[in-house]
């Protein structure tokens, strides 16, 4: 069964803690990603001091995006890298950096890094983005046959992303994905952020 992984905004105001709060609440949640692009490390910093107590209160691990040392050092639960954020050594450095942290990577639509990062080391990869997103530039699309695919391959679980939300969940749910990845069908939801959790977690379920 998949379960629901949110990431949040590109930006956060100073109501965000209440926010997600609030979105944790709403339904079972296993992980909040903050993936903050263009601030300052004391910008970061501060702003996981805050939310970090928020997610791991809930029993919800908190990811922090890019930074294997802030993660480290800020007592995150895990670290999530793009293919451009890995450090030299790639995968397998990445792994010995953060220890015991969870570590998962971004193999967009590419079966040979999937593979590849598993092997070294990743706790779960990332495929995507399945549908158009406005939340970043997406450089490929990927199908969901590449979900279908590794859940029958692989243990190492996967993560889809990418425009993803309640109405058109369903088939990556039923591809066996581990885990729902959204950002705008939470933040953006007109109900707000509470009412996406449980809009999604509803849709999920109906698979």
Same mark, same amino acid.
């Given at each position: 069964?998949?379960?629901?992984?949110?990431?949040?905004?590109?930006?956060?105001?100073?109501?965000?803690?209440?926010?997600?709060?609030?979105?944790?609440?709403?339904?079972?949640?296993?992980?909040?990603?903050?993936?903050? &692009?263009?601030?300052?490390?004391?910008?970061?910093?501060?702003?996981?001091?805050?939310?970090?107590?928020?997610?791991?209160?809930?029993?919800?691990?908190?990811?922090?995006?890019?930074?294997?040392?802030?993660?480290?050092?800020?007592?995150? #639960?895990?670290?999530?890298?793009?293919?451009?954020?890995?450090? &030299?050594?790639?995968? &397998?450095?990445?792994?010995?950096?953060?220890?015991?942290?969870?570590?998962?990577?971004?193999?967009?639509?590419?079966?040979?890094?999937?593979?590849?990062?598993?092997?070294?080391?990743?706790?779960?990869?990332?495929?995507?983005?399945?549908?158009?997103?406005?939340? &970043?530039?997406?450089?490929?699309?990927?199908?969901?046959?590449?979900?279908?695919?590794?859940?029958?391959?692989?243990?190492?679980?996967?993560?889809?992303?990418?425009?993803? #939300?309640?109405?058109?969940?369903?088939?990556?749910?039923?591809?066996?994905?581990?885990?729902?990845?959204?950002?705008?069908?939470?933040?953006?939801?007109?109900?707000?952020?509470?009412?996406?959790?449980?809009?999604?977690?509803?849709?999920?379920?109906?698979?």
């Amino acid at each position: 069964m998949s379960r629901l992984y949110v990431i949040s905004p590109p930006r956060i105001g100073e109501d965000f803690p209440d926010l997600l709060a609030a979105a944790l609440d709403a339904g079972a949640v296993a992980a909040f990603q903050l993936r903050l &692009k263009d601030v300052d490390d004391d910008t970061l910093c501060r702003a996981v001091d805050r939310l970090l107590p928020v997610a791991q209160g809930r029993d919800v691990a908190f990811i922090l995006n890019d930074r294997a040392d802030l993660a480290v050092r800020l007592g995150c #639960d895990g670290v999530h890298l793009g293919q451009d954020d890995l450090p &030299k050594g790639g995968v &397998k450095a990445a792994r010995a950096l953060v220890r015991g942290l969870s570590l998962g990577v971004t193999c967009h639509a590419s079966r040979h890094l999937a593979m590849e990062a598993a092997e070294d080391g990743a706790d779960y990869v990332a495929f995507g983005a399945f549908f158009p997103t406005g939340t &970043k530039d997406a450089p490929v699309r990927a199908e969901v046959d590449i979900v279908t695919w590794w859940s029958g391959v692989m243990e190492v679980p996967c993560v889809a992303i990418g425009g993803i #939300d309640a109405t058109n969940c369903g088939a990556l749910v039923s591809a066996g994905a581990d885990f729902i990845a959204v950002v705008g069908a939470v933040w953006g939801h007109q109900g707000g952020p509470a009412a996406g959790v449980a809009t999604m977690l509803a849709a999920m379920t109906e698979e």
